[in-house]
């Protein structure tokens, strides 16, 4: 399994109910959670200790909250504790937590009214939410939602227990109203709703509390970073020369467009490609000529059966290839790059204009017959004209959507966007957890296409694993490229930018890599 596992509310529950069927008590994990919850509390709310609110619902979250609430008392800090709900309606491990808290002699005050809470607002330093956890999967109504609403005005740090309360743990949706937390501590290993907007903006940063297990070994979906990256980046020998790096061919670029054959041509270079020749159509080559250096271009011929046929001999003699950027959407153009996604027989990056010829033609399933490995880079209105479906749609629930792109394509799939998802078709996938909004811009995605490309040609027998393996390489090197480029900016971030920096994150990531192995010889 790469990556640190990413679970969804039913896979939760499982590796709970695994744990306990191994003979771990249930009481046993929660007391282990809150404990774990309240050292991170303590290290990382320090200086807001004075008077706590602990807020608890009725299920196991709340009894997590408990635990913390009597953790903390042994620790001389003292918290106001209120119980949202029924106190007789508490059951099963939580009701243990809330008998044990009531033993030290701190009993939660139950609420009836929202109301209430307000004599309790001007003296809390520190907000725990104890709620809902995992399990919540409908909106929220009634006196819980008039709490969480309430609590939401409050203007003292929050920190949420395993999920921000009204987060799906699934999607990342709010459920009706959500209290935005500062620091999540999640409990056991992340949760998909995390890593998902809006849910990832409701979390704060996160923070994973062991439970005194180890996480399940095996996820279908996990979460990937610059620990990930450098474990699998790894130094060139001394004697590497551009045939180690490989030859990326860039098929991309029209009048008026060839910015993006550039972008994608830099990215694959900044990523490690050893030649990249940019292979335009007509007249674009000129323009790619007065504007490059380092690497080659190539004119590709009006007519189709030329056009398709040159670019099928320069391919024989290439690594990897990208396909799409900047190409333009008319009927030629259009009947070129079909014929190109299924007899390129090299792995191909499909970007752009190959995605909207796909698209456009309704033949997603015929990409099951291609010629070698492709990975489809849709951002998500590309990925909903793919499915025939709406962007608010794929927006909803984007693992659902990278699954089925490449499922029906049987092709690894990178859903760009705030967390981008690499999928592949056995129904497995990976979320990158870096990135910045400044990404948001133009070029960027044509960079990204080169990045893959570039790592794409140091393979000399490509399969779909492999291919998977240097998609999110490539995505998380990029993502990270983009953080350095924007240098704490939001905004105003350059496609070039993020080129220029591919190479000093890869570096960064063979350094690191080899400090982690050095380590673990030790």
């Given at each position: 399994m790469i990556g640190r596992p990413l679970l969804s509310r039913a896979s939760a529950r499982a590796a709970d109910r695994a744990l306990i069927g191994a003979g771990v008590l249930g009481i046993v994990l929660m007391e282990n959670a809150g404990r774990a919850a309240t050292d991170v509390i303590v290290r990382e709310m320090a200086t807001h200790l004075a008077r706590p609110l602990i807020v608890g619902g009725l299920g196991q979250n709340g009894g997590d909250a408990w635990v913390v609430a009597r953790q903390l008392r042994s620790r001389g800090v003292t918290s106001d504790v209120v119980l949202v709900g029924d106190p007789a309606k508490v059951a099963g491990d939580a009701a243990i937590a809330l008998a044990s808290l009531r033993a030290i002699g701190l009993t939660p005050f139950t609420i009836e009214r929202v109301e209430q809470l307000d004599a309790l607002r001007d003296r809390a330093s520190l907000l725990i939410d104890g709620l809902f956890g995992t399990g919540l999967d409908r909106p929220l109504e009634g006196l819980v939602r008039d709490v969480i609403e309430q609590l939401d005005t409050w203007t003292v740090p929050r920190v949420a227990l395993d999920l921000p309360s009204g987060v799906c743990a699934d999607t990342g949706r709010v459920l009706g109203a959500a209290l935005r937390a500062d620091l999540t501590i999640t409990l056991h290993a992340h949760k998909r709703g995390l890593h998902h907007a809006p849910g990832v903006s409701v979390a704060g940063r996160v923070v994973v509390a062991d439970i005194g297990a180890p996480a399940p070994v095996e996820s279908e979906a996990t979460l990937v970073g610059a620990a990930e990256l450098a474990a699998h980046t790894h130094a060139r020998a001394i004697d590497a020369?551009?045939?180690?790096?490989?030859?990326?061919?860039?098929?991309?670029?029209?009048?008026?467009?060839?910015?993006?054959?550039l972008?994608?041509?830099?990215?694959?270079?900044?990523?490690?490609?050893?030649?990249?020749?940019?292979?335009?159509?007509?007249?674009?080559?000129?323009?790619?000529?007065?504007?490059?250096?380092?690497?080659?271009?190539?004119?590709?011929?009006?007519?189709?059966?030329?056009?398709?046929?040159?670019v099928l001999a320069d391919a024989a003699r290439c690594a990897s290839a990208v396909l799409g950027p900047g190409l333009g959407l008319d009927d030629a153009t259009r009947a070129f790059v079909r014929r190109l996604i299924l007899e390129l027989?090299?792995?191909?990056?499909?970007?752009?204009?190959?995605?909207?010829?796909?698209?456009?033609?309704?033949?997603?399933?015929?990409?099951?017959?291609?010629?070698?490995?492709?990975?489809?880079?849709?951002?998500?209105?590309?990925?909903?004209?793919?499915?025939?479906?709406?962007?608010?749609?794929?927006?909803?629930?984007?693992?659902?959507?990278?699954?089925?792109?490449?499922?029906?394509?049987?092709?690894?799939?990178?859903?760009?966007?705030?967390?981008?998802?690499?999928?592949?078709?056995?129904?497995?996938?990976v979320v990158c957890d870096r990135g910045t909004p400044a990404l948001g811009v133009a070029g960027t995605g044509d960079v990204l296409s080169g990045v893959i490309a570039?790592?794409?040609?140091?393979?000399?027998?490509?399969?779909?694993?492999?291919?998977?393996?240097?998609?999110?390489?490539?995505?998380?090197?990029?993502?990270?490229?983009?953080?350095?480029?924007?240098?704490?900016?939001?905004?105003?971030?350059?496609?070039?930018?993020?080129?220029?920096?591919?190479?000093?994150?890869?570096?960064?990531?063979?350094?690191?890599?080899?400090?982690?192995?050095?380590?673990?010889?030790?």
């Open positions: 020369h551009k045939g180690t790096g490989g030859h990326v061919l860039v098929i991309a670029g029209s009048p008026g467009k060839t910015g993006a054959a972008l994608s041509g830099l990215g694959a270079m900044r990523a490690g490609a050893g030649l990249v020749t940019l292979a335009t159509r007509g007249a674009a080559r000129a323009a790619l000529d007065a504007k490059v250096i380092e690497l080659m271009t190539r004119e590709v011929p009006e007519a189709l059966e030329a056009g398709v046929g040159t027989p090299i792995p191909t990056v499909l970007d752009a204009d190959a995605l909207r010829a796909i698209a456009d033609h309704g033949s997603l399933d015929t990409l099951v017959r291609c010629a070698a490995p492709r990975v489809l880079t849709p951002h998500p209105a590309e990925a909903a004209a793919l499915l025939g479906t709406t962007t608010e749609i794929i927006q909803s629930d984007r693992f659902a959507a990278a699954s089925r792109l490449a499922s029906v394509s049987r092709q690894c799939v990178v859903l760009k966007g705030a967390r981008t998802i690499v999928a592949r078709a056995d129904g497995t996938f570039g790592l794409l040609a140091e393979t000399r027998a490509a399969t779909p694993s492999t291919t998977f393996d240097h998609a999110w390489r490539g995505v998380v090197a990029h993502a990270i490229a983009g953080e350095r480029g924007a240098n704490g900016r939001d905004r105003g971030l350059l496609a070039s930018e993020v080129a220029e920096a591919v190479s000093l994150v890869m570096g960064d990531a063979v350094r690191d890599g080899a400090r982690r192995a050095m380590s673990r010889r030790a």
